[in-house]
């Protein structure tokens, strides 16, 4: 943890992730300030200010004593001109660090996306060991990773130091993407319509969790102690220190992480010690033992459940041996954020569609029609959107079925958030559900709707 109090600055805090961030950092009674190009709140010290111009960026880091910045400032997916990504999620991120650097701000925790990585490919439990792709899916991710790359390559200078958060389909009340979209949906009529199987897991984040997690980062970006000198561009290594860090390193990555249960409620999960009593004609001789170690409460502080990790795993031998540096530094370092259950993607959007308009009963007269599920195979939905995008193109419309949303509708997308888990602390505090209906009902209350 820090040893003095921090004084933030949210760039983008009048925006959905930023204002979740400046209430979370207000409710444990930090001294927060705004740099936005909107005031929409008068809770907290606002500066308007454009994050590519970088003497306006310091002199505000200058004015506000910022030793803290948590940058979530970014245009939203589905911008009519791409330059617009790059001006500021490249441009505005690399003025935005210089500034700091100027200003001697000590942290910078960037909200990256989890996107930076996918390339239309399945993603399947991806860790942050996989690199950025060769080919960008597209514009907006291409310039989110390109402003990823210069904040962690920031890292050390000017003793600055810093990290990205990698969130993935983030939802919760104040949205003004998803569901603005889902709502026009619902609204012509077309929720039973379905492209491809729903065989693909994939992975929604609630905005508050999200906002959760840049505190944690931000507290726990702090001088390694396995440096000298925080200062230095390059720190120096104590080998020392080291061996005594791996020993430590080791005893914690094979103590298994408790279960996610924020949705699915506490759950054990069976492992090669703590299984159930499978299907047996008399039960086997150690039968008492095996039941005692998987009803055995879970012990942070307790190696009862080891993990059995796989040469494949981040954390397996094989991997940290070739890892260089600490692998649980905090600083220089990208962490995937997700709710932590995946599930199927329709699923999800069906079940905002039922809070929005809950079933009632049989023989009322608001009675919500039940229609047959119209499934649209993939390869269909692709050729399918690249006509919308045509047509769309002869008419100077924006198309509304692209092949991009073909292609993000029935991607598996889902992430491993071990990293977050182990090295910030990071435990997703609410449920998918419970997220849906603060959504719906932030949505509702915002326009009006019954």
Known sequence: MSLQKDVYLVIGGSGFVGRHVVEHLLARGDVVSVLDIVQRHHDVPFYLGNIADEQDVLDILKKSGTTCIIHTASPQHGAKDPSLYYKINVEGTRAVINAAIAARVRKLVYTSSAGVVFDGADVVNLDERV???????????????????????????????????????????????????????????????????????????????????????????????????????????????????????????????????????????????????????????????????????????????????????????????????????????????????????????????????????????????????????????????LLSECWSYLIGRDPTFTRFRVSYTCAQRYHCIERARRVLGYVPEVGLEEGVRKMVEAFKKENGLP
């Open 131 to 385: 690199p950025y792709p060769v080919k960008p899916f597209d514009a907006y991710n291409d310039s989110k990773a390109q402003g990823e790359k210069i904040v962690l390559e920031a890292n050390g200078k000017g003793g600055l130091l810093t990290v990205a958060l990698r969130p993935a389909g983030i939802f919760g009340p104040g949205d003004r993407q998803m569901m603005a979209g889902l709502y026009q949906v619902y609204q012509r009529g077309q929720t039973h319509i379905q492209v491809g199987d729903n065989n693909n897991l994939f992975d929604y984040t609630y905005v508050g969790n999200i906002a959760q997690a840049h505190l944690l980062a931000a507290d726990k970006l702090v001088p390694p102690p396995l440096y000298s000198s925080a200062t230095c561009s390059e720190p120096k290594l104590d080998p020392e220190n080291i061996a005594n860090a791996r020993v430590q390193l080791f005893q914690s990555l094979h103590r298994a992480l408790p279960p996610v249960c924020a949705t699915t409620e506490y759950h054990r999960t069976p492992h090669s010690s703590a299984r159930p009593l499978g299907p047996y004609v008399t039960p086997p001789l150690n039968a008492e033992s095996i039941l005692s170690a998987f009803n055995t409460p879970f012990d942070p502080h307790e190696l009862k459940h080891p993990i059995v990790r796989s040469r494949f795993d981040q954390f397996s031998e094989n991997a940290l041996a070739v890892t260089e540096g600490d692998p649980l530094r905090v600083d220089g370092q990208a962490f995937f954020i997700t709710n932590g259950e995946p599930v199927y993607f329709w699923d999800f959007m069906r079940y905002v569609w039922m809070a929005l308009d809950p079933p009632v009963p049989e023989g009322s007269k608001n009675q919500r029609a039940e229609r047959k599920i119209l499934k649209i195979p993939r390869t269909l939905g692709v050729t399918l959107g």
